[in-house]
């Protein structure tokens, strides 16, 4: 069976979701068998280091059977895979496997084995709904690296929108629970009636006993983006938004007293919202939900973030929503999409670390894992350039800010006062938008010096030009830099 005919037929599997599970039948014995052990020998990248890799680190998690000769895990659980290896129920062998599809945003995976047939004969596992608050629930997996499954039950405590820890900058519907998920646990099943009603996947250090899941809203959304063997992701308004609890806030908005909602403070440019929603719109209801003024919309017997709305849409699907502007209601209607600035919040996986060394200078573009390099002492322009200048100064926003973050030291290079955590604003009197412009600039330019000017500090640096590229190629040995550059 092909690939896409696979992830159909797991995507099919969603189609009769309820919204209770109270009415399905008791777990089988079953269940034990379609859940497998997953050992990942996974290798990041290295960020300070970026021509580098780290050592290779094994890690373990679990996983389920579902239709389509198809394990369904946590994308952390594989994420930066050289080798995986799967241990079914009662098999002692292992059995490599590869990743099919997978979802950093929502921490989902699709994994298949390398060798046809592996999954013959394990009953693959069919989804339910949404589980109501204070029914139990149970959690299968091998937590703490065990060899051998384990189950734990407890309680559904809370349903609400939080962010996932796997890229630590997605937020999306989740499912608080007594019941035991530990290291180990992540990527297994959580069952109720039966049926599984979530996916294992963090739990809160800072508290006892609370354990997250994903629930099946989530894993419909991820199947059905996956349907054609490509993920594409969650859509963003592209919005800032506060709420409207305070009478005199809603007073200055224009706001009857029938009505509710939250206000637009800030709209992204080049986001899905850029050039229909404008700061001070009021949100009055999104699809046929009214928002209330805490920001929460009633749905599926709970109040969420209205949020979990737009996050039922794929990419490309339309947001309707009702408006109040200066006074008068309106209805809008648009597509969504991604907002690509956004990447900058989010942790990288699966992909190495991009940079530019010249002259024993190493240049990178910004993002969350630079910031994560600098420790407990971030520069501020630093935060200001990823957090607040988009926001601040919308039509000089870089697309890809680049960063000066460290030096090799070298002759040619170790009399500069500034080489550190700094934003490249121009080279050359060319300015500098992404890592492609800083290169195009020092490899195009004649002239006898480059002059690296910096953002918001008015400092520069000045190389002599023939003895950086006399040295270049020595600093790359001494170094043991095994190329340049990776674009």
Known sequence: MRPRARIALASALLAPLVTTCATLPDRDRGIERSVVRILNHAQRGDWYTPWDASTTEQGSGSGFVIEGGLVMTNAHVVSDARMILLYLYGDPNPHEARVRIIAHDCDLALVEPVDPGVLDGLPAMSFGGLPRLRSVVETYGYPAGGERISSTRGVVSRIEMQRYSHTEGDSHLTVQTDAAINPGNSGGPVVQGGRVVGVAFQAASQLENVGYFIPTEVIRHFLSDAADSRYDGYPDLGITTSTLE??????????????????????????????????????????????????????????????????????????????????????????????????????????????????????????????????????????YESYLRPMAEPGSAREEPVVLMRRLDHPVNAEMAWSKGLVVDRVDGRAIRDLFDLVAALDEDAGPFHVIEFAYSHRFAVLDREEALRSHAEILELYGVSRDRRL
């Not at 749905?299 to 109040?324: K, P, S, T, W, Y």
């Not at 910004?366 to 322009?381: A, F, K, N, V, Y």
């Open 246 to 383: 305070n009478p005199a806030a809603r007073s200055r908005a224009g706001m009857g007293p029938d009505q509710s909602g939250v206000r637009v403070d800030f709209v992204f440019r080049g986001s899905s919202a850029d050039d229909r929603l404008r700061p001070g719109d009021v949100l009055l209801e999104i699809g046929d939900h009214p928002i209330a003024n805490d920001g929460t919309v009633a749905a599926d017997g709970l109040r969420l973030d209205f949020e979990v709305l737009l996050d039922r849409l794929q990419i490309g699907e339309e947001v309707r929503l009702g408006i109040l502007r200066e006074g008068a209601g309106q209805r809008l209607q648009f597509p969504v999409d991604r907002y690509p600035p956004f990447r900058l919040y989010r942790r990288i996986y699966d992909e190495p670390p991009r940079y530019f060394v010249y002259a024993g200078l190493v240049f990178v573009p910004l993002d969350r894992e630079i910031l994560l390099t600098q420790g407990d002492e971030i520069p501020q322009q630093l935060i």
